[in-house]
């Protein structure tokens, strides 16, 4: 089963508004990052951001972790219709150490 | 500096055939996961490589087994393939981190997998 369950399921916007997406995950991780996925095609990095951090920032995304309420958002600014794919979080357990995807978030930027 | 590569983009099966797909890794990693992603789902995690051996599994039945040879290069088999194993086959590849874990996964553009 998936670990992590993003929010919204699908996410429709015009071109220069913001897209926030969510992550909640159900155990304790050691880091999180986040994947873009252009249609069919395979998945590209992100970000990532360890447990012990708070927020980070690359470019025009925003990146923060709640490790109390095991949640993560991903924040697009200023939105292009080129960010339009599907968005997954992945987490890592060190226990287990593999990587665990979500069910992803379709985001569609119109122009 | 290649990226991941995999091997056959696109392939047609029927039901009860044997399938390989193949994996080279970016050049200078040594871990190899697969992954199985159904249409409009996130990846599934079927099993990962390092050092020739499956380091861990997810919930995938024996039908699906791998290997990795010591160029790090792996493959994943499917035999008695049923419908239900139709979908994008994922390979990604990393360093082998620390407790932290090892980082960025690279991942290839996967092999569409159809099962008629």
């Known amino acids: 089963s998936q670990q992590g369950e993003e929010d919204p399921q699908a996410l429709s916007i015009q071109e220069g508004e913001n897209a926030t997406m969510n992550c909640s995950y159900k155990t304790s991780i050691n880091n999180l990052q986040w994947y873009r996925q252009n249609s069919g095609r395979g998945l590209v990095h992100l970000i990532l951001?360890?447990?012990?951090?708070r927020e980070k920032h690359s470019g025009r995304l925003r990146v923060t972790l709640d490790t109390s309420k095991k949640s993560s958002s991903l924040l697009i600014t200023a939105s292009r219709a080129a960010d339009t794919a599907s968005y997954f979080c992945a987490t890592f357990h060190s226990g287990t150490y593999k990587y665990i995807f979500g069910t992803g978030t379709r985001l569609k930027v119109l122009a | 500096d290649a990226g991941v590569t995999q091997s056959p983009t696109h392939l047609i099966k029927t039901r009860g055939q044997q399938v390989t797909l193949r994996c080279s890794p970016k050049?200078?990693?040594?871990?190899v996961s697969w992954y199985q992603q159904a249409l409009g789902q996130g990846p599934q995690f079927i099993f990962q490589?390092?050092?020739?051996?499956?380091?861990q599994r997810g919930n995938f039945p024996d039908r699906f087994s791998g290997h990795q040879f010591p160029n790090y290069s792996s493959e994943l088999n499917v035999n008695a393939l049923l419908l239900g194993d139709s979908a994008l086959y994922l390979c990604?590849?990393?360093?082998?981190?620390?407790?932290?874990?090892?980082?960025?996964?690279?991942f290839g553009e996967g092999s569409r997998l159809t099962v008629l």
């Open positions: 050049s200078g990693h040594d871990t």
């Open positions: 951001i360890r447990s012990n951090e």
């Open positions: 490589y390092y050092e020739e051996e499956e380091r």
């Open positions: 990604a590849s990393s360093s082998l981190g620390g407790s932290g874990g090892p980082g960025e996964l690279f």
